[in-house]
């Protein structure tokens, strides 16, 4: 069946470090691909998506681009902030119900 | 607009009593859907309506879970009787068109732990 596998944390950075967090996604078709974050006592929130293969989401500064023939869609952020630190969840759509890897848990320091 | 909401926030109960979680999806959203989070594991799907009927159960993990949306408004999923293995967290989400590309608003979720 569909899976995400994406790279085990924590990761700790100081504020400015570069980031990246692999996705890599099995899946039969091209499914639309997301980043979720979960902040500190909040719930998931969509940080980006991308819905076919070379689309790149953005927002907040962080990128991901659909990789379709790595079947990647990994996370980078030139300069991570301290308000960074959270919880990010890459998924799949598989039908209708989002399938998500484990999450990594990003943690920068000032 | 208000978003996703989730009660209770914490619940802790003993292994063989019973637990309601209550999910008030976003106002219009026709589509809710119910997510787990065990300790360390994955976000797992539960199940998915469209409206009061249910359209996907298949992640519902046993027959000790039930979930209702009686009105096609806020949704219920009650545990009876609890086990050890039910603690985690419950989120649920709802969604207005699912061609849009699935995007969906998660409520903070409820932490359940079974004692």
């Known amino acids: 069946g569909d899976s995400v596998t994406q790279m085990e944390g924590p990761v700790t950075l100081s504020e400015e470090a570069f980031l990246t967090i692999n996705c890599t996604y099995t899946a039969t078709g091209y499914p639309s691909l997301f980043w979720y974050v979960q902040y500190p006592g909040e719930g998931l929130q969509l940080l980006l998506k991308a819905t076919k293969a070379d689309d790149k989401g953005s927002n907040k500064g962080f990128e991901a681009t659909y990789r379709k023939e790595t079947t990647s869609f990994h996370l980078e952020k030139g300069s991570v902030q301290v308000s960074d630190s959270a919880v990010y969840f890459c998924?799949?759509?598989?039908?209708?119900?989002?399938?998500f890897g484990k999450g990594t848990t990003l943690s920068v320091s000032s | 607009e208000a978003g996703v909401t989730q009660f209770p926030s914490h619940s802790v109960i003993e292994k063989g009593q019973t637990v309601t979680l209550r999910c008030d999806p976003i106002s219009g959203h026709d589509n809710l859907y119910w997510y787990r989070r065990v300790m360390g594991k994955e976000i797992k799907f539960l199940l998915h309506?469209?409206?009061?009927?249910?359209?996907?159960e298949s992640g519902m993990p046993n027959n000790r879970f039930l979930a209702e949306r009686t009105g096609g408004t806020y949704s219920t999923l009650k545990v009876q009787p609890a086990e050890l293995e039910d603690s985690g967290v419950y989120f649920c989400a709802s969604s207005q068109d699912e061609a849009r590309g699935g995007e969906q608003f998660f409520g903070p979720g409820t932490r359940l732990t079974v004692l």
């Open positions: 998924a799949l759509l598989g039908g209708t119900a989002l399938i």
């Open positions: 309506f469209v409206k009061e009927s249910k359209q996907d």
